[in-house]
C-alpha cells in the first residue's frame, strides 16, 4: 500500500509540474505566434514607408527574440521553437538595415543552423532552409548597396576616346566588389541543390525568386563589367595606364560555377 | 480501485494536457510565415537592358533597336554607348509595360495587401509535401490509436479482436470526421482542440467498457454521442487567444467527467432499455452547448464552476443529460431545433438562487439543484399537463429555489449562540441533501406538488424546518428526522393541503406542524425534568415511531384535533403518567403499543381511552 501511495504522490506531482509546464509551453507558442505577426506588420505595413522607425522596431524584435531562441536552444525538445526564434531574429536584425547588428545577424544565423544540424532529418524545412540563405541574402545586398556597383559602371566611359586615372581605379574597385559578391551569390546558388526544394513548393518559389534575382542582379552587372572591359581594349591599344585585366580575365570573373536550378525555370 | 488503472490515468491525463499544448506549438512553427526577399538595386540602363535581353533573347533577334546592342554568342551587349543603350531602353519598357498588362488579372483594391507582400516576399510554410504534418483526420484517427495502445496494456480483456473496446474505437474512427467540417482551413486551432477532445471521449468510453463487463456501444450511439456532446464543445472554442487559455483549463477541468458522465448514461441506457434509442443527438448538444457556453460566462460573482463547483456541475450536466435522454422533446422547439437557451437559463437561474444563500454553494447546492432537475424532467410532460403555461424549467428553477430558500432561513433561524435551533444544528451537509432527497422522492411521484404559483414542496420543507427547531433536546438523531420528514411528504402528498397548508405563511398553524411540536414538547418536558434517571421513554427510535403514527393518522378523521390542538399532548402525558407509575408493565414498546391503538379515535373524537382500555390493548 506505502509503495503505490508513493506511486500515486509522484503522479500527482508529475500531473502538477506538467500543467505548469504545458501553460508555460502554450504561452510560448502564443508569443511565437505574435512574434512572426509582428514581424509582417513591420515588414509589409512600416518599412515601406518608414524605413527609419522599421528599422528601430526591428531592432527591438530581433534582440526579444534572440533572447527567447537563447532561452530554449539547450532544453531538449524545445529546439524547434528555438529555430523559429532564431529566424524570426535573423530575418528582422537583416531587415533592419542596421550595421551594428551585423555580429547578432551572424550568432543567430549561425545558432540557429547549428540546431538544424542537431536535429538532422527532424529540422524544421523552412526555417532552416531560410537560416542558411540569410548570411548570403544580407552580404549580397550589403555589397550592392554600399559600392553601388551599378552607378560605378555607368561613371566609367570607355567610348568618348579618353580612359582617366579615376575610371581606371573605378575599374579596379568594381572588379574587387564582384569578387566579393561572387562566392555569396554561389552559396545561395549552392542552396539550390538541396533536396528538400524539390518536394516545398512554398520554399521552392521563394528560393527560386530569390536566387534568379541574385544570379540577374550579379550577371548582368558583370557582363556590363565585360563590356567596358572589352570597350577599353577596342578603343585603347597602349598599355598606358593599364587595366589591369583582359577580356578573358573578366568574363571568367563574370563566369559562376553554379547555376539556378533547373526546376526554378 | 486498480492502482494500475489509477496511475495509468494520470499517465493519460498527463498526455492530454501535453498533447494539446504540442500540437498548439507545431501550429505556431508551422503556419505560413513572410520571408522577405532580397533588395538589390535596379541598375543602371545598361545592367537592366543585360539582365533584361538575358531574360528574353528572342526579343533580340525581332527589334533592330535591340539586336544592334545584343551579342548572343556571348550573351552580353556589344556597347553601352548611350545613344544605343537609351533606344534599346525605351523599347525594353515597352515590353515591360505589355507583359505587366498581360499577366496582371486581379482587381487593384482587393490585392493590394498581396501585391504588396508579393513585392517584397512570400508566404511560405514550414514542411516539404512529405514531411508535412498529418491532416486534422489522420491526427485524429493517430490520437485514437495512440489511446488504444495504452488500454491495451492495462485492459487486454476489452481490446482483442472483434471486442467491445476495438468496436468502441472503429465507431470512433468512423465517426470523427463528423467533428470537422466541411471547409478544414475554417476549423483553424479547433483542428488540435478537436483532437484534444476526441481523446477525451475515447477514454472515457474505454474507461467505461472497462469497468463495465457487460456493456457494450453500438456505432449509431457513438455518433450521437460526438454530435451531441463532444462537438459541441469543440465548437464553443473562443476566437481570441486569452479566451481560449481560460476556455482550454475549463476543459481540462470539464470535459473528462462530463465524457465519464455521459458514457455512464449511455451504458445505463443500453442495459435498461435494449433496443432504445439512445438520445437525440439535438437534446444532448443542446444541454453540452449550454454547459460550455455557461461556464464561460463570468459575472463579477464568478462563473457557476465558482458556484457550484466542479463536481458540483458536472453534477448538474449529468442531470440534464439524463432529462435529455429521457425526454428529449423537452429541449427541442416547435420547429424541431435544439433549445440551448433552456439549460442555459436553468443553470444561471439555479447558480443566482444559490449565490443568494452561500450555506449551499458548491456541491451541496448543486446536488440539491440536480436533483430537481432531475424530478421536475422526469415529470415535465405531467406537469405540462396540469399547467400548460408552466414551462417546467422555470418550474424547476422555482422548485429548487424554494427547497434552498427554505432549508436556508431554517438554518439561518439561530439561538442565542449563535448556531441553528434545534435538531437543525446537527444535520451534516449530506443529511441536508439527503432530507431533500426524501422529499423530493415524494414529489416525483405526485407532480402536481410542483408549481411556480404554489409549491407544497416549500409547505413541506418549511413545516418540517420548523418543527425540528423546537427539538431543543436533540431527542431525535438527522437521520430520525429525515425519516420522519419522509413519511409527512408522503401523507401531505396524498392529502393535499391537509398536513402543512398551501401556504407557508402561516406554518406555525398547519396541523402536522402543531402536532409534532406539541409531541416534542411533551417529550422534551420529560426529559428536561428527569433526563434518563426517571427512565424517560419519548425519545429516539420510541418518539420517531410515534410521530409517524401521528403524521399517518393525520390523513384520517382529524375533526376534534382540529379545535382541540393540545389534545395528543394530553393522550401523551397520560399515557406517560401511566408507564411510570407501572414501569414494569410499561416500556416504550407498550407505550407505543396503546399510541397507536389509540390516536386515530383520539384525533377524530377528542375522546381519550380509559384506564381499562389502555390495559386491554397492553394485555392484547
Redesign the interface.
Known amino acids: 500500500m506505502r509503495k503505490f501511495s508513493t506511486r500515486f504522490i509522484i503522479g500527482v506531482i508529475l500531473f502538477l509540474l506538467a500543467g505548469c509546464a504545458t501553460v508555460e509551453d502554450v504561452q510560448r507558442s502564443t508569443d511565437l505566434i505574435r512574434t512572426d505577426n509582428e514581424l509582417t506588420r513591420l515588414l509589409v505595413e512600416v518599412r515601406p514607408s518608414d524605413q527609419v522607425a522599421a528599422a528601430t522596431y526591428l531592432t527591438v524584435l530581433a534582440n526579444d527574440a534572440e533572447r527567447e531562441a537563447d532561452a530554449l536552444k539547450d532544453i531538449q525538445g524545445k529546439e524547434p521553437d528555438a529555430i523559429a526564434f532564431y529566424r524570426i531574429a535573423a530575418t528582422a536584425y537583416w531587415r533592419s538595415g542596421n550595421p551594428k547588428v551585423v555580429n547578432n545577424l551572424f550568432k543567430t544565423a549561425s545558432n540557429g543552423t547549428d540546431l538544424c544540424t542537431k536535429l538532422g532529418k527532424n529540422a524544421p524545412d523552412r526555417d532552416c532552409l531560410f537560416l542558411r540563405l540569410v548570411i548570403p541574402f544580407a552580404g549580397l545586398e550589403s555589397n550592392a548597396n554600399k559600392k553601388g556597383l551599378s552607378g560605378l559602371l555607368d561613371s566609367v566611359n570607355f567610348n568618348d576616346n579618353k580612359k582617366t586615372t579615376e575610371e581606371i581605379e573605378t575599374m579596379a574597385e568594381i572588379r574587387g566588389s564582384l569578387n566579393q559578391a561572387k562566392p555569396l551569390v554561389q552559396k545561395i546558388l549552392i542552396i539550390g541543390t538541396d533536396d528538400r526544394l524539390l518536394s516545398h513548393p512554398g520554399m521552392r518559389e521563394y528560393y527560386c525568386a530569390n536566387a534568379k534575382q541574385a544570379k540577374g542582379y550579379y550577371d548582368s552587372t558583370a557582363a556590363v563589367f565585360v563590356v567596358k572591359v572589352k570597350e577599353f581594349h577596342e578603343n585603347f591599344t597602349d598599355n598606358t595606364p593599364s587595366l589591369g585585366i583582359t577580356i578573358d580575365d573578366a568574363r571568367a570573373i563574370r563566369n559562376l560555377e553554379k547555376v539556378v536550378p533547373s526546376f526554378c525555370q | 480501485m486498480d492502482?494500475t488503472l489509477?496511475?495509468f490515468g494520470?499517465?493519460a491525463?498527463?498526455r492530454a494536457?501535453?498533447a494539446?499544448?504540442?500540437l498548439?506549438?507545431e501550429?505556431?512553427?508551422?503556419?505560413?510565415?513572410?520571408?522577405?526577399?532580397?533588395?538589390?538595386?535596379?541598375?543602371?540602363r545598361?545592367?537592366?537592358l543585360?539582365?533584361f535581353l538575358?531574360?528574353n533573347p528572342q526579343l533580340a533577334s525581332s527589334t533592330p533597336e535591340l539586336s544592334v546592342i545584343w551579342d548572343d554568342e556571348?550573351?552580353?551587349?556589344?556597347?553601352?554607348?548611350s545613344e544605343h543603350i537609351d533606344a534599346a531602353y525605351a523599347i525594353m519598357l515597352e515590353h515591360k509595360a505589355k507583359l505587366q498588362l498581360i499577366s496582371d488579372g486581379k482587381d487593384e483594391s482587393d490585392a493590394k495587401?498581396e501585391a504588396?507582400?508579393l513585392a517584397?516576399?512570400?508566404?511560405?510554410?514550414?514542411?516539404?509535401?512529405?514531411?508535412k504534418p498529418p491532416s486534422a483526420i489522420i491526427r485524429m484517427a493517430l490520437t485514437l490509436t495512440d489511446i488504444g495502445l495504452e488500454f491495451v496494456g492495462s485492459n487486454p480483456s476489452i481490446l482483442g479482436v472483434g471486442s467491445r473496446g476495438e468496436k468502441l474505437i472503429v465507431a470512433f474512427a468512423n465517426n470523427m470526421s463528423s467533428l470537422i467540417p466541411d471547409d478544414v482551413d475554417a476549423f483553424g486551432p479547433k483542428t488540435d482542440f478537436a483532437d484534444r477532445v476526441l481523446g477525451i471521449f475515447l477514454r472515457a468510453g474505454l474507461g467505461t467498457l472497462a469497468s463495465n463487463a457487460s456493456t457494450v456501444f453500438k456505432d449509431e450511439d457513438v455518433t450521437k454521442l460526438l454530435e451531441g456532446v463532444t462537438k459541441p464543445i469543440v465548437e464553443a472554442l473562443p476566437e481570441s487567444?486569452d479566451e481560449q487559455?481560460h476556455y482550454?483549463d475549463l476543459v481540462d477541468a470539464l470535459a473528462g467527467p462530463s465524457a465519464e458522465a455521459a458514457f455512464r448514461l449511455l451504458a445505463e441506457n443500453t442495459e435498461t432499455y435494449l433496443g432504445k434509442d439512445f438520445a437525440d443527438d439535438k437534446a444532448l448538444g443542446a444541454v453540452t452547448s449550454a454547459l460550455f457556453e455557461e461556464v464561460k460566462t463570468t459575472t463579477h460573482d464568478g462563473s457557476i464552476v465558482d458556484v457550484f463547483s466542479e463536481q458540483g456541475v458536472i453534477r448538474l450536466y449529468q442531470a440534464g443529460l439524463g432529462v435529455a435522454v429521457e425526454r428529449p422533446g423537452l429541449f427541442m422547439g416547435d420547429d424541431n431545433s435544439a433549445k440551448t437557451k433552456l439549460f442555459k437559463e436553468l443553470l444561471s437561474g439555479t447558480a443566482t438562487t444559490l449565490r443568494a444563500h452561500p450555506r449551499f454553494k458548491g456541491p451541496v447546492g448543486a446536488s440539491l439543484a440536480a436533483m430537481v432537475v432531475e424530478v421536475v424532467g422526469h415529470n415535465a410532460s405531467a406537469l405540462l399537463r396540469l399547467s400548460p403555461d408552466e414551462p417546467w424549467e422555470k418550474v424547476a428553477v422555482t422548485a429548487m429555489e424554494q427547497v434552498i430558500t427554505s432549508l436556508a432561513d431554517a438554518l439561518n433561524n439561530l439561538d442565542a449562540n449563535g448556531s441553528a435551533k434545534g435538531a437543525l444544528q446537527s444535520f451534516s451537509d449530506g443529511q441536508l441533501l439527503e432530507l431533500g432527497r426524501v422529499i423530493l422522492v415524494q414529489v416525483a411521484q405526485t407532480p402536481g406538488m410542483l408549481g411556480i404559483r404554489r409549491s407544497e414542496v416549500q409547505s413541506i420543507v418549511a413545516g418540517m424546518a420548523e418543527a425540528m427547531a423546537k427539538d431543543d433536546n436533540l431527542l431525535l438523531s438527522a437521520d430520525e428526522w429525515i425519516r420522519i420528514a419522509g413519511v409527512a411528504a408522503k401523507q401531505a402528498a396524498s392529502n393535499p393541503g391537509r398536513l402543512f397548508g398551501l401556504s407557508t405563511d402561516d406554518q406555525e398553524g398547519a396541523l402536522a406542524a402543531t402536532v409534532i411540536k406539541s409531541v416534542l414538547g411533551v417529550a422534551g418536558d420529560t426529559w428536561t425534568e428527569a433526563g434518563r434517571s426517571n427512565r424517560p421513554l419519548l425519545f429516539g427510535e420510541t418518539l420517531e415511531a410515534a410521530l409517524k403514527a401521528v403524521i399517518e393518522s393525520l390523513a384520517g378523521n382529524v375533526t376534534a384535533i382540529a379545535n382541540k390542538p393540545d389534545l395528543v399532548d394530553q393522550f401523551l402525558q397520560k399515557l406517560l403518567t401511566k408507564a411510570s407509575v407501572n414501569p414494569e408493565k410499561f416500556g416504550s414498546e407498550g407505550l407505543l403499543k396503546v399510541f397507536r391503538a389509540f390516536i386515530g379515535n383520539v384525533l377524530a373524537s377528542g375522546t381519550l381511552p380509559t384506564d381499562q382500555e389502555i390495559n386491554e390493548a397492553l394485555s392484547a
Open positions: 492502482p489509477l496511475i494520470i499517465q491525463a498527463l494536457a501535453q494539446g499544448a504540442d498548439y506549438g501550429h505556431a512553427r508551422d503556419r505560413k510565415v513572410f520571408l522577405p526577399n532580397l533588395e538589390l538595386p535596379t541598375g543602371s545598361s545592367v537592366q543585360q539582365q538575358t531574360d556571348q550573351k552580353e551587349l556589344k556597347t553601352t554607348k495587401r504588396k507582400m517584397a516576399g512570400r508566404m511560405v510554410e514550414q514542411w516539404r509535401e512529405e514531411r487567444i487559455i482550454r
